[in-house]
């Protein structure tokens, strides 16, 4: 790529101009140029607005600083020595723990190849040289305020993830009941070709599917003999009640699904919807096959731990009964085996 062509760093006099962002949280970005005037000068025009900024000087100088400090919003100039910008701008995209963070490329290039290279790099923003510092700290702050409600929002996933995780000790599971089933879940969905999205879905559905079961007593849980008829309603109101605590949360929608519907059976007879057929959702019929595998593999008050072949025959008989759907079972059936026999192999 030819060398960009020299321009003004602004277009106004902004050390004057600029509103200082007193009232609001302190947001971090990190400006990403080789020349120092403009480099100096960015900073200078962002700290007068109220913002912590770090500054870098190439591709690798900015890693270090991302991974240093993290920013809320990274402003990267598109030319920089030896990997350019958009190469940066991939590499952040790539990385679970920066593909989410705002990225403004700079640039003096106008043309529509790269904008279009730059969205392909997984930019959010574009600034062009010479910079508008108004519009420049305008963007920048709508992309930290967005940036800090999906900082938000993940926070709040993980919340509810370490719940599910207290939850499998608090219903008598052993440790690790809710990775395996994401595990046995996210395997049986490549098993059976489901989308990455999909997959994605199974995984935290599975992780989560029994959130609901916070608002279960633990005398009901704990209980020894069987449960009154009262006691099994608000067993199975625990679909739905799971399903209300995703909602709020975006990453955990695509899991709803997974989370009311794990109990439903193809014949109808399940909860809490009597749903039938191919109205349940392909990835809560695969949870709610693991799920019985899991509950009855476990060791709990009121049963023996099964087997991994007598939980296997369980499912068929469920199949039989016109629960479960066949292909999934034995697709089922066959990774269990083929985890068993490396198990065995391993300890030989």
Known sequence: MAHEPSAPVATDAPLTRVVRNDTGPIYTVLVVDDEAPVRDFLQQVLTAAGFAVDAAVDGPSALEAISARPPDVVLLDVHLPGTNGFDVCRRLRLDRATRLTPIILVTGWTDRATRVEGLDAGADDFLTKPVDTLEMLARVR?????????????????ILL???????????????????????ATALGRATRVSEADNLALYRGA??????????????LRKDGPLSAEEREHVKSHPVIGEGFCDPLRSLRPARPIVRWHHEHLDGSGYPDGLAGDAIPIAAQIVGIVDVYEAVTSHRSYQRRHSPEEAIAILREQVARGWRRADLVEAFASIIQTRSSSDGEASA
Do not use: W
């Open 207 to 220: 992780f989560v599917h029994d959130i609901g079961m916070l608002s279960v007593p633990e005398a009901i």
């Open 142 to 158: 709508s992309l930290a305020r967005m940036k800090q409600f999906t900082d938000s929002l993940d926070t709040a996933t993980d």
């Open 162 to 184: 370490t719940l599910a995780c207290m939850i499998e000790a608090r219903d008598g599971y052993g440790e690790g009941h809710c990775h395996r089933m994401a595990n046995y």
